[in-house]
């Protein structure tokens, strides 16, 4: 997906980078603007839709997360302190889709009344039998998407009370369009490069379907877009046959789940376990993913590597940060 972003705001952009948005050319005005505005407090309810905010964001935004790194979303139960941060945020940011079904009610608990940002809003959404798969940010084209839904409900929470600020979030957010652009053509690169047979593994649950339609590899998974429940017995063993005569290349452990489950399926099956994806969650902060563009790249990296016979790793892809 190509994102399409307004002539106007882009050619404000160019501007700012040409130098009228150099600290030296700005005028006092907007320079005093700045320093005096507190930031926006903005509350996202998991930690990479929290991480996609403070790089839009960057000075001009508080950003918290109610569920945190290597944090399950699916099961997550809000606490008294969760309520507390909702009525004081400015905004909340959300993914939608049905992905926290906790979040209405801890809003409605709260008394929020501020904007609702739906990251996910304008994505072409994968079908289930159970509805729309919530996980459209394995896509990172999509991902392009949540970053400029993010951008503009935090240009217009900060239009009125800091203008400068609102203008710097459109050159952060610009800069960040580009990252993603950049990793996803890499990543597509890299992963075309294997052999077509060799692009099917098994994950935990079903997180991937985006990935695997954007970048060409088969996900095989017990259980559904939901951590919610165990899979059957038989379940596990259709997933062993499926494996076996799909010929899978191996088996990845995903950072919110139970590794137990995988473990079983490689005993039954014979295949390796090639390495830990992140699905719904981040890495804590100062790991191998913690923010939304290591993480991806960490995921195709260990992909790669699992889907290779006997290759050395492939180096990490630059993303620039």
């Known amino acids: 997906m190509t994102m399409e972003f307004d002539p106007t705001r882009r050619a404000f952009q160019r501007q700012l980078l040409c130098g009228l948005g150099s600290a030296a050319a700005w005028p006092l005005a907007h320079a005093t603007d700045t320093a005096n505005a507190p930031a926006l407090k903005v509350v996202a309810t998991f930690s990479l839709l929290a991480d996609i905010a403070r790089e839009v964001g960057g000075p001009a935004v508080e950003v ?18 969760d309520v507390r941060r909702v009525a004081g945020a400015d905004v909340v940011i959300t993914n939608g889709l049905r992905f926290e079904g906790w979040i209405d009610r801890l809003i409605k608990a709260s008394g929020y009344r501020g904007p ?48 400068a600020h609102a203008a710097e979030v459109e050159v952060r957010a610009s800069a960040y369009q580009q990252k993603l652009a950049a990793l996803d053509r890499d990543s597509r690169a890299r992963i075309a490069a294997l052999p077509a047979e ?9 997180a991937f379907g985006y990935f695997a339609a954007a970048y060409g590899i088969t996900f095989i998974a017990p259980r559904g877009w939901t951590t919610g429940s165990e899979p059957s017995a038989e379940a596990v063993a259709r997933i062993v046959r499926q494996a076996r005569q799909a ?7 995903e950072n919110i789940s139970d590794p137990r489950l995988i473990e079983r399926i490689a005993r039954e099956s014979g295949l390796k376990v090639g390495g830990k994806l992140y699905s ?17 790249e960490h995921n195709v990296r260990t992909l790669v590597q699992a889907m290779s016979l006997d290759t050395p790793s492939p180096a990490p892809v630059s993303i620039r940060e």
């Open 64 to 81: 918290s997360a109610l569920v945190g790194p290597n944090a399950d979303a699916h099961v997550f139960e809000p606490t008294p302190s």
């Open 116 to 163: 609702v940002v739906i990251a996910s809003r304008g994505v072409a959404l994968r079908q289930l039998s159970g509805g729309a798969d919530p996980h459209a940010w394995q896509d990172l084209a999509n991902g392009q998407r949540y970053a400029d839904n993010i951008r503009a409900a935090l240009v217009a929470a900060l239009a009125a009370k800091s203008p």
């Open 198 to 206: 060799r692009r099917r593994v098994i994950t935990s649950h079903d």
């Open 247 to 253: 010929k899978a290349s191996a088996l990845l452990v």
């Open 280 to 296: 719904d969650a981040l890495s804590p902060p100062g790991t191998e993913a913690d923010t939304y563009l290591k993480m991806f």
